[in-house]
């Protein structure tokens, strides 16, 4: 008998380009895993349109009005409700507490994984695109790595790269390494995790190739 997909639920805070990225990909069948819930803190953010526009369940809890803990308490059992073995975060602007991470695994859940605009370890924490810019960095990037209880400290999944022009913008930079980093990497890391995690190739040849 076949296994059931694992179920994933993405967390972002805001614009959702990633979130949508990673839509797109479920959408092409390029994951073997299904999205189960596009979770939010702010019910203005744009990624909560975009769940709704491609037909994904949505949940939002705003942390606004909730002490840390009882934020982080109310997400959990969202999460149980839904019964997701992932956590993908993409833009989410909270620290998950090692309580939330414990709370996590408890009720049976497995990983959490993140993104960061950044070739980690270098740059970690806010503001990176800032901070390399400043830095002048030559080759800037993005991370996909497990979420563990440092900021942005967790084992690599995948990285990705790219040239810095000399006369680019804060935002210019920040939209190519969005566009032309993060929007491939973050499909191909989870593909990679999943794989990895469930050592099944459960995809065919050919989906497999179009995520290379
Ligand atoms: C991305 O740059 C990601 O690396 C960081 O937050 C940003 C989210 O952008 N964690 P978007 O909402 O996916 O467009």
Redesign the pocket.
């Known amino acids: 008998m076949q296994r059931p997909k694992p179920k994933i639920a993405i967390f ?1 805070s ?6 949508e990225a990673l839509m797109h990909a479920f959408e092409r069948d390029l994951l073997p895993a299904q999205l189960a819930l596009v979770f939010s803190n702010k019910p203005q953010a744009a ?1 909560l349109e975009l769940a709704t526009k491609h037909g994904y369940p949505c949940a939002c809890i705003p942390n606004e009005g909730h002490s840390r803990q009882a934020h982080e308490g109310l997400v959990l059992e969202t999460l149980k409700q839904a019964e997701i073995d992932h956590v993908v975060l ?2 989410y602007m909270r620290i998950l507490t090692p309580e939330f991470l414990n709370g996590f695994k408890s009720q049976g859940g497995d990983a959490i994984i993140n ?3 950044s070739l980690l370890p270098d740059f970690p924490g806010l503001h990176s695109i800032e901070r390399q810019h400043e830095a002048g960095v030559v080759v800037a990037g ?1 991370t996909v790595h497990h979420v563990i209880d440092q900021v942005d400290a967790g084992p690599i999944i995948l990285q990705g790269s790219l040239e810095v022009r000399g006369d680019e913008s804060i935002e210019e930079l920040g939209r190519r ?2 566009e032309e980093v ?1 929007h491939f990497l973050y499909p191909r890391a989870l593909r990679l995790f999943l794989d990895r995690r469930y050592a099944e190739k459960s995809q065919s040849p050919q989906n497999q190739k179009a995520l290379l």
């Open positions: 972002a805001g614009r959702g380009s990633n979130a990624v993409a833009g993104i960061h605009p993005a390494i969005r993060e």
